[in-house]
């Protein structure tokens, strides 16, 4: 019997760090601090915005939520900017 794709993925992500961010979903244009790439949402002609899910840190530094999880799954719960170890 094997792994399924989706048990792969949330063995390489971190739980512990879900209760230190806070989900953020606007339309402003911003910068993941773990993987460096520049988001911006969508607008399609129906009114409808999509972005990428992403996560404040107490220290206010942003990143994917998938980004954050899988940075504190390898380097424990912190901030990959600024180093700020949290709790």
């Known amino acids: 019997m094997g792994i399924s794709m989706s048990q792969l993925y949330v063995d390489d992500e ?3 760090c879900m209760s230190i961010v806070t989900i ?3 339309t402003e244009t911003w910068t993941c601090e773990v993987c460096t790439l520049t988001e ?3 607008k ?3 009114g409808m915005c999509t972005s990428w899910e ?3 840190l107490p220290c206010k530094h942003q990143a994917h939520l998938r980004c954050i999880r899988k ?3 390898v380097n424990g719960v912190g901030c990959p900017s600024c180093k700020t170890v949290l709790t």
């Open 14 to 16: 971190s739980d512990e």
């Open 24 to 26: 953020i979903s606007d």
């Open 40 to 42: 911006k949402s969508m």
């Open 44 to 46: 399609y002609p129906d």
């Open 54 to 56: 992403r996560a404040q």
């Open 71 to 73: 940075w504190c799954r």
